[in-house]
């Protein structure tokens, strides 16, 4: 008999995680749509392309100088980036099968969200270093394609994180700045699904393959972890 799962509960009555992670961002999403009229200092807009976890892009907003008391301005942003798929083969043998057949090729990228809380922390000259940090989210997907095995699947997680920085903006011109960022990001380990099977880092899996484990899924594919941030771009007074 089959048993249809209706959200957020799989079909044992288990709290679906990525339901749960999807709600999460929706209501992080609102809050900040709710905050946006709040915030009084000046809006600017950006573009930047550069390296996290693979080369991306991403567009931001910020909202400069929004408290009384605080030199403290925010940011949100929303990336895209291409990344690593780790080995099909290895994939294949943890989620699907143990054939082999097949040439494999692989692509994967990955979503992010972000939010930042940045503080000026010195100026050397003209330039201001400026201290950013706050939380992430990331969805990745990978995909395989094994040529001539007829077996094409997905394998994706949805993983929470943390990150921070420095970065510096040089003036253009009036209401245009030439933005440099680096940093660091962390992603806590997620729920890995591929197929009809989940590994989970509690150790609580969904048809799991051949007494595989959730390290051995994690190894097989490149999921976020622990990302360098390199990126460069413009920002634009509105």
Do not use: C
Not at 39 to 60: D, H, K, R, S
Not at 81 to 99: E, Y
Not at 137 to 166: H, K, R, T
Not at 187 to 200: F, L
Request: glycine content about 12%.
């Amino acid at each position: 008999m089959n048993t249809k799962k209706y959200p957020p509960f799989d079909s044992n009555g288990k709290t679906d995680m990525s339901t749960l992670q999807r709600f999460s961002v929706l209501l992080f999403a609102a809050t900040i749509l709710v905050s946006v009229p709040a915030l009084a200092g000046p809006f600017y807009g950006g573009l930047n392309v550069g390296y996290t976890g693979g080369l991306g892009i991403q567009a931001t907003g910020s909202f400069m100088d929004f408290t009384r008391d605080l030199p403290l301005s925010a940011r949100f942003t929303l990336g895209y980036n291409a990344a690593s798929a780790g080995d099909p083969l290895d994939a294949r043998r943890v989620f699907i099968n143990d054939n082999t057949n097949g040439d494999p090729e692989k692509s994967a990228s990955t979503w992010q969200f972000r939010f930042d809380l940045m503080f000026p922390t010195f100026t050397v000259g003209p330039q201001t270093l400026y201290l950013f940090a706050g939380p992430r989210y990331a969805s990745y997907n990978a995909n395989y394609d094994f040529i001539g095995g007829n077996e094409v699947f997905d394998i994706g997680s949805n993983a929470w994180g943390a990150g921070l920085g420095f970065e510096s903006w040089f003036a253009i011109r009036e209401g245009s700045d030439f933005v440099l960022q680096l940093g660091l990001d962390w992603y806590a380990e997620a729920d890995i699904s591929g197929h009809d099977t989940t590994y989970r880092p509690t150790g609580d899996h969904v048809n799991p393959r051949n007494g595989y484990e959730y390290a051995d899924a994690d190894e097989a594919i490149a999921q976020p972890s622990l990302e360098i941030l390199g990126m460069m771009g413009m920002r634009f007074r509105f």
